[in-house]
């Protein structure tokens, strides 16, 4: 699949599958074409609404890893990423905190995760957020370290 074809009008595959670490370890991170799909749907349903709501481009920190990428990441073994239905990023000059909180309240999300963000700290964290094709559980979690609550602390 040739990595410059646009899933959605401002994301190609390239940003979704990028990944500093399989390059790295040389790992092969293409994904199976059935993941496509569900990556097209992370950004249709996920990142163009953020992108259109905070009007400024951003980039993905993490979408799409093989099993191998996610076992090199230290991933859940049941990490949403292995299946390109999961995505971590920020948005420049917006809180971790503030967009976590407004996708929260305007999208349709499977599992919605503020991660590792410190109060007062601004930038610190990343926002993990993933989406399905069928039901999805509108779970909202705030993980700190091993730290995990139900809906989204400061
Ligand atoms: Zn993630």
Redesign the pocket.
Same mark, same amino acid.
């Given at each position: 699949m040739e990595p410059n074809i646009k899933l959605s009008p401002h994301f190609t595959l390239r940003e979704l599958v990028r990944s500093g670490k399989a390059i790295a370890l040389g790992i092969d991170n293409t994904p199976p074409d059935d993941v496509i799909n569900s990556l097209i749907i992370v950004c249709c349903r996920i990142l163009e609404p953020v992108r259109g709501h905070f009007q400024r481009p951003f980039s993905v920190n993490?979408g799409y890893r093989c099993p191998e990428l996610n076992q090199a990441l230290r991933g859940s073994k049941t990490s949403q @990423?292995m299946l390109g239905q999961?995505?971590?990023f920020e948005v420049p000059g917006v809180a971790n905190y503030d967009l976590a909180m407004w996708m929260s309240t305007n999208l349709i999300y499977d599992q919605l995760i503020l991660e590792n963000y410190k109060s007062g700290d601004p930038g610190s964290g990343w926002v @993990?957020c993933s989406i399905i094709s069928g039901k999805n559980r509108m779970q909202l979690l705030t993980i700190n370290g091993n730290r995990k609550s139900e809906g989204l602390i400061a």
């Open positions: 993490s @990423h999961a995505v971590d @993990h």
